[in-house]
């Protein structure tokens, strides 16, 4: 079942970033990417859809959709993702911004780099 959160996010990636869908699929070997997008509308159409899947739409699911809206990984503060200063993801209620402003990073990395920029002009 996807949260509040999670609905959101896919939301924002389908209207603004469906590339992020397709490119995804298409480094897994997905041949039908627009498969991704439509089990992405899929589950933005009604929260109880998660459950109704087919078994060929949870394989889109596990291997394009989740990793996009589940545990996402902080770029780090420049760029290393190894340089977090956060927990290594990036918030839920982070993600939309993170994919609309193409920002990678967690609240404590962009917060630190800020710091950073702001004692060093
Ligand atoms: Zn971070």
Redesign the pocket.
Known sequence: MLNENQIEILKSIVDDNKELIIDLAKSNNIPNSDASVGVAKFLIADAGNFSKMSKDQKYHYENIIEPLINDVP????IGESDL???N?F?DEENLVWAYRDQDM??Q??IGEKNRWNANNP
């Open positions: 902080c770029e780090g503060m977090c200063m956060g290594g990036i990073r967690c404590e990395c």
